[in-house]
């Protein structure tokens, strides 16, 4: 029940594509679903989050899409650049606990 | 304005040497925490500190031991490395957990020691 379900493990899109990751949860407690980014050396990065009391998020060309109902939640990367070639996690997390549970990652490649 | 710091960044190790990770962060976060992130296993929580003066048990805390030392810092000591503890291994920080999101929970994290145990 704590695990967050993260696909596709990898993924490969054309430069000005759409990216999509999609993950799934069980919890209902938990109420703050973050992204993070993370570059080949360096550590995870916050991209963008959302509550689930909205079910879209926008900023710049990042998206997240919340669907409370069937409990997912969805990473949209429109005109996919290279430079988003990175490893993306999404997580979720109860506000008052002190844990965060991480999907398994996804690793964009974005063809130039 | 450094964040999260971790070091060493690099170190190998025997089996059955010890060795400790320094991490230290200057957001005055109460909250700390150390992953390993392993390929296909995600991140995966080893300890964590939800305030100084406390450690609880993440996920996988065989064979670790951990250190609040104060607010800032944060230690992850291995007493005798096994293979399968090579690993990148991540400290992180947050803010108290009954700030409200989007802004006060967020973690934060250091950019990582990779350990190899041969």
């Known amino acids: 029940q704590q695990q967050v379900k993260q696909s596709p493990q990898s993924l490969i899109v054309q430069k000005g594509g759409i990216s999509i990751i999609n993950c799934a949860y069980e919890?209902?407690?938990?109420?703050?679903f973050p992204w993070y980014q993370q570059f080949p050396g360096k550590g995870p990065a916050l991209l963008i989050a959302i509550r689930p009391d909205v079910s879209e998020k926008k900023e710049g060309r990042f998206t997240i899409s919340f669907n409370k109902s069937a409990k997912q939640f969805s990473l949209h990367i429109m005109d996919s650049q290279p430079g988003d070639s990175a490893t993306y996690f999404c997580a979720a997390h109860t506000s008052g606990t002190y844990k965060y549970i991480f999907g398994t990652g996804t690793r964009l490649k974005v063809l130039a | 304005n450094a964040g999260v710091t971790q070091t060493p960044k690099f170190q190998v190790l025997k089996t059955g040497q010890s060795m400790t990770l320094q991490c230290a962060q200057d957001?005055?976060?109460?909250?700390m925490y150390w992953y390993r992130q392993d390929p296909g296993m995600g991140l995966r929580l080893i300890y964590y500190s939800a305030s100084e003066g406390t450690t609880d048990k993440g996920e996988v805390p065989n064979g670790y031991n951990v250190s609040r030392l104060n607010k800032r810092e944060f230690s992850l000591r291995l007493e005798s490395a096994a293979p399968s503890q090579t690993s990148v291994y991540f400290c992180a920080s947050s803010g108290a957990p009954y700030i409200a999101p989007l802004s006060g929970n967020t973690i934060y994290f250091g950019e990582g020691s990779w350990l190899t145990v041969v």
């Open positions: 919890n209902t407690a938990f109420d703050y």
């Open positions: 957001m005055n976060h109460n909250s």
